[in-house]
């Protein structure tokens, strides 16, 4: 079936040469394929080109033959036609270099896109005002792109309604979505003699069923009076059902053989289903005789009607119009076209409106992979939002056209000519499978490895939801995700174990956020993030190079910035409570000490305060010299220069007191050699050192501020050690 068989001529505009001094043959020739009639067409050029002797008319009879094959969708044929032209034809190429373009077409229609964008590129190259070949090389490069990343629809070919002939356009004929009604050009039609355009008889349009087992039942043509019914000798087709599927609306064309001169060429017709059949058809009053009027689908309660026509004020070729139903008057008013929004200087055919409105429509004027591409447009209160082509697989480089939905599910049928199907117009079902997106991962010890089962990881979306999971004994979760989404994921263990105050406290802090996002991601897939738990120690955390101003309480700016670490921690453990503790070297007196230690502790708990961290979440303490550091594992490095790899430099040590390194400090290998693990830096000790420079270094690991985790699980309302207690 051609595209454009209800439609006959006027849904083909064919580049007609001048007149020709010719025999018969050619003359028959010319008079099919001026009316589109391309078998005949075709069987006569065949025959013509065997007498002429004439080359510049022999060279046209192959031009004309050349586009009847690619009206008949026979592009093989018609490239070799094409690309004979091209060879031979010298002068008439220079003047026809639609020949070049019509190439162009046919390669892309193989889907041989770079041999099409060489000729679309040729062809510019003659006609750079001519938007088709630019238009025609964009539609390969998307061609390519889009075959090379198509969408999540699953297409397949429904046999069992397809036979050898064109079988095509069709539409739901329940509620159940179990009965289709659709156009066949398949033997036992009613509309009997050989169509000129497809050598097939006209089409009826016929009805199957689908079973339990998932089978269709055998096609049979709707019944009804053969001529005042539905299914009359003429072309009978893109049929479409009312909201209840108890009215049937399709078209009818009667002058498919150029004989019928005072019938209207294609109107829509309407007819009531009684019982297992159809009563006498209906024409709508649509239009006047010269006009098409084809392609009828229903929306809005069955009171707007979207139809194809090329009645004047349009935007060229066939356009979608669309009228309102008076009941009243019982008749269609208010006719309108869709406008440049959604119509073209090309052809838009076939609308179909989703159950949430949108509005499916095919397309050869917009930029597409094929010859018709199936194209979608959301409705707005002004207007027609951008026309979305449906790319691949729903369109090919061949006609994709006529596709339905089942109601707001992703799934139905549409047609195309595709590779793959048993006539040269099958229907296809689609369907959208669902896209699944899951996250895994396990949650580990950061340190250890060790598994951690029980822990509770929780995701929080950016479009509000919020999900938690306990891991499994193997310490594993799983969540699956929406689409177009970001997620942060978040872990903590629920493992318990009890401090010095006698409250049972989390083992580990909160893990860092893990970013996650299934922005952009087309296919089902699982998404691995595991999580890591730092284990909170029992004692103090240092926080390195908290610095106050000399002999005062005053936190210097630099440290502030180092204490947010400590406002982040916070924040990503809302049942935290800490003890910030502040130290001092054992010089002067120890009352003094101790009171200094505890004006500056306060003075970085105040800081805390002033970031948003709740003040019951904390404790000051000042200890002064009462609590001289414990050296651990390499602390010297560490907690200062925040690395054990490299040995700092004197810029690292620079600014004490306005002094290097040097002049202050032991070099880096005497600390190494001196402050080793288990070293208590007391009175004692540091009276013991040989140098001054360990002795200043002595003094500067104990004047710190540590914080230590007291608890856990505390909520809003409590003290910081409890319901009730005193700080």
Same mark, same amino acid.
């Given at each position: 079936?051609?595209? $454009?068989?209800?439609?006959?001529?006027?849904?083909?505009?064919?580049?007609?040469?001048?007149?020709?001094?010719?025999? $018969?043959l050619?003359?028959k020739? %010319?008079?099919?394929?001026?009316? *589109?009639?391309?078998?005949a067409?075709?069987?006569?050029?065949?025959?013509?080109?065997?007498?002429?002797?004439? !080359?510049?008319?022999?060279?046209?009879?192959?031009?004309?033959?050349?586009?009847?094959?690619?009206? !008949?969708?026979? #592009?093989k044929?018609?490239?070799?036609?094409?690309?004979?032209i091209?060879?031979? *034809?010298?002068?008439?190429?220079?003047?026809? =270099?639609?020949?070049?373009?019509?190439?162009?077409?046919?390669?892309?229609?193989?889907?041989k896109?770079?041999?099409?964008?060489?000729?679309?590129? !040729?062809?510019?190259?003659?006609?750079?005002?001519d938007?088709?070949?630019?238009?025609?090389?964009?539609?390969?490069?998307?061609?390519?792109?889009?075959?090379?990343?198509?969408t999540?629809?699953?297409?397949?070919?429904?046999?069992?309604?397809?036979?050898?002939?064109?079988?095509?356009? =069709?539409?739901y004929a329940?509620?159940?979505? $179990?009965?289709?009604?659709?156009q066949?050009?398949?033997?036992?039609?009613?509309?009997?003699?050989?169509?000129?355009? /497809?050598?097939q008889?006209?089409?009826?349009?016929?009805?199957?069923?689908?079973?339990?087992?998932?089978?269709?039942?055998?096609?049979?043509?709707?019944?009804?009076?053969?001529?005042?019914?539905?299914?009359?000798?003429?072309?009978?087709?893109?049929?479409?059902?009312n909201? &209840?599927?108890?009215t049937?609306?399709?078209?009818?064309?009667?002058?498919?053989?150029?004989?019928?001169k005072?019938? &209207?060429s294609?109107?829509?017709?309407? @007819?009531?289903?009684?019982g297992?059949?159809?009563?006498?058809?209906?024409?709508?009053?649509?239009?006047?005789?010269?006009?098409?009027?084809?392609?009828?689908?229903?929306?809005?309660?069955?009171?707007?009607?979207?139809?194809?026509?090329n009645?004047?004020?349009?935007?060229?070729?066939?356009?979608i119009?669309?009228?309102?139903f008076?009941k009243?008057?019982?008749k269609?008013?208010?006719?309108?076209n869709?406008?440049? +929004?959604?119509?073209?200087?090309g052809?838009?055919?076939? =609308?179909?409106?989703?159950?949430?409105?949108?509005? #499916?429509?095919?397309?050869?004027?917009?930029?597409?992979?094929?010859?018709?591409?199936?194209?979608?447009?959301?409705?707005?209160?002004? *207007?027609?939002?951008?026309v979305e082509?449906?790319?691949?697989p729903?369109?090919?480089?061949? +006609?994709?056209?006529a596709?339905?939905?089942?109601?707001?599910?992703?799934?139905?049928?549409?047609? /195309?000519?595709?590779?793959g199907?048993?006539?040269?117009?099958?229907?296809?079902?689609?369907?959208?499978?669902?896209?699944?997106?899951?996250?895994?991962?396990?949650?580990?010890?950061?340190?250890?490895?060790?598994?951690?089962?029980?822990?509770?990881?929780?995701?929080?979306? @950016?479009?509000g939801?919020?999900?938690?999971?306990?891991?499994?004994?193997?310490?594993?979760y &799983?969540?699956?995700?929406?689409?177009?989404?970001?997620y942060?994921?978040?872990?903590?263990? %629920?493992?318990?174990?009890?401090?010095?105050?006698?409250?049972?406290?989390?083992?580990?802090?909160?893990?860092?956020?893990?970013l996650?996002?299934?922005?952009?991601?087309?296919? /089902?897939?699982?998404?691995?993030?595991?999580?890591?738990?730092?284990?909170?120690? +029992?004692?103090?955390?240092?926080?390195?190079?908290?610095?106050?101003? #000399?002999?005062?309480?005053?936190? $210097?700016?630099?440290?502030?910035?180092?204490?947010?670490?400590?406002?982040?921690?916070?924040?990503?453990?809302?049942?935290?409570?800490?003890?910030?503790g502040?130290?001092?070297?054992?010089?002067?007196? /120890?009352?003094?000490n101790?009171n200094?230690?505890?004006r500056?502790?306060?003075?970085?708990?105040? #800081?805390?305060?002033?970031k948003?961290?709740?003040?019951e979440?904390?404790?000051?303490?000042?200890?002064?010299?009462?609590?001289?550091?414990?050296i %651990?594992?390499s602390?010297?490095?560490?907690?200062?220069?925040?690395?054990? %790899?490299?040995? =700092?430099?004197?810029?690292?040590?620079?600014?004490?007191?306005?002094?290097?390194?040097?002049?202050?400090?032991?070099?880096?290998?005497?600390?190494k050699?001196?402050?080793?693990? *288990?070293?208590?830096?007391?009175?004692?000790?540091?009276?013991?050192?040989?140098?001054?420079?360990?002795?200043?270094?002595?003094?500067?690991?104990?004047?710190?501020?540590e914080f230590?985790?007291?608890?856990?699980?505390? &909520?809003?309302?409590?003290?910081a050690?409890?319901?009730?207690?005193?700080?």
């Amino acid at each position: 079936m051609k595209l $454009k068989n209800l439609l006959t001529v006027l849904l083909f505009s064919a580049f007609t040469l001048g007149a020709m001094a010719q025999h $018969k043959l050619t003359q028959k020739a %010319d008079n099919a394929f001026q009316k *589109g009639f391309w078998n005949a067409a075709i069987e006569n050029y065949s025959l013509a080109l065997k007498r002429e002797k004439d !080359a510049e008319i022999k060279m046209k009879i192959m031009y004309n033959m050349a586009q009847s094959y690619a009206g !008949a969708k026979e #592009y093989k044929n018609a490239v070799t036609w094409f690309k004979k032209i091209e060879r031979k *034809g010298g002068a008439f190429v220079d003047t026809h =270099p639609e020949v070049l373009l019509k190439l162009a077409h046919a390669y892309k229609s193989m889907e041989k896109y770079e041999e099409a964008m060489n000729s679309y590129k !040729a062809y510019s190259d003659i006609r750079p005002d001519d938007e088709q070949g630019k238009k025609g090389a964009k539609s390969c490069e998307l061609a390519i792109r889009w075959t090379d990343k198509p969408t999540r629809y699953k297409i397949e070919n429904v046999r069992q309604l397809n036979s050898k002939y064109d079988d095509a356009i =069709p539409a739901y004929a329940n509620k159940r979505y $179990k009965e289709i009604v659709y156009q066949s050009y398949r033997t036992g039609a009613i509309g009997k003699g050989d169509n000129p355009v /497809s050598g097939q008889a006209f089409p009826d349009i016929y009805t199957a069923k689908l079973a339990k087992n998932g089978k269709w039942s055998t096609p049979a043509p709707i019944t009804g009076d053969e001529k005042v019914g539905v299914n009359t000798k003429f072309a009978e087709g893109g049929p479409t059902m009312n909201a &209840k599927m108890n009215t049937l609306y399709f078209t009818r064309c009667k002058n498919f053989d150029g004989k019928v001169k005072k019938e &209207k060429s294609c109107q829509i017709y309407k @007819s009531v289903k009684r019982g297992k059949d159809y009563a006498e058809a209906e024409m709508l009053l649509i239009g006047n005789d010269s006009m098409i009027v084809a392609h009828p689908t229903l929306a809005n309660k069955d009171q707007t009607l979207y139809f194809v026509s090329n009645m004047p004020g349009g935007m060229g070729g066939k356009d979608i119009w669309v009228a309102d139903f008076d009941k009243k008057e019982k008749k269609w008013v208010n006719i309108r076209n869709l406008g440049s +929004d959604v119509n073209t200087p090309g052809d838009e055919l076939y =609308p179909f409106v989703h159950a949430d409105g949108t509005l #499916y429509f095919s397309s050869n004027g917009h930029v597409g992979i094929g010859g018709f591409d199936i194209f979608k447009v959301e409705k707005l209160d002004d *207007g027609w939002g951008p026309v979305e082509n449906m790319k691949v697989p729903i369109n090919s480089s061949s +006609d994709d056209i006529a596709i339905i939905f089942e109601n707001e599910a992703e799934r139905g049928y549409l047609t /195309s000519n595709r590779a793959g199907g048993r006539g040269r117009m099958d229907v296809w079902s689609f369907n959208l499978p669902k896209l699944v997106i899951c996250v895994e991962g396990v949650v580990k010890d950061k340190k250890t490895k060790e598994i951690l089962p029980n822990s509770k990881v929780v995701i929080t979306g @950016s479009d509000g939801s919020n999900f938690e999971a306990i891991t499994d004994e193997t310490g594993a979760y &799983k969540f699956c995700l929406k689409p177009n989404t970001t997620y942060q994921i978040q872990a903590n263990n %629920d493992k318990t174990q009890t401090n010095k105050f006698g409250t049972e406290m989390d083992m580990y802090f909160t893990s860092e956020k893990a970013l996650v996002s299934t922005i952009g991601v087309e296919d /089902s897939r699982t998404l691995v993030q595991d999580l890591e738990l730092e284990r909170i120690p +029992d004692s103090g955390i240092e926080l390195p190079n908290i610095e106050y101003e #000399y002999n005062k309480a005053t936190l $210097k700016p630099s440290s502030k910035l180092k204490l947010n670490t400590l406002v982040d921690i916070m924040k990503e453990n809302p049942g935290l409570v800490i003890e910030l503790g502040s130290h001092s070297d054992f010089r002067g007196p /120890s009352e003094y000490n101790r009171n200094l230690a505890q004006r500056r502790a306060e003075s970085a708990v105040n #800081y805390l305060i002033s970031k948003g961290v709740v003040k019951e979440r904390m404790v000051a303490k000042g200890y002064g010299e009462d609590s001289p550091k414990v050296i %651990d594992s390499s602390y010297v490095q560490k907690a200062y220069f925040g690395t054990a %790899d490299a040995e =700092p430099t004197a810029k690292d040590y620079s600014g004490v007191d306005g002094r290097t390194k040097e002049k202050v400090f032991a070099s880096f290998a005497e600390q190494k050699a001196t402050f080793v693990p *288990g070293v208590v830096l007391n009175e004692a000790f540091i009276k013991s050192l040989k140098s001054n420079g360990l002795v200043q270094c002595a003094h500067q690991m104990n004047r710190r501020t540590e914080f230590k985790v007291l608890r856990t699980d505390w &909520k809003p309302g409590e003290t910081a050690l409890g319901d009730g207690e005193k700080k």
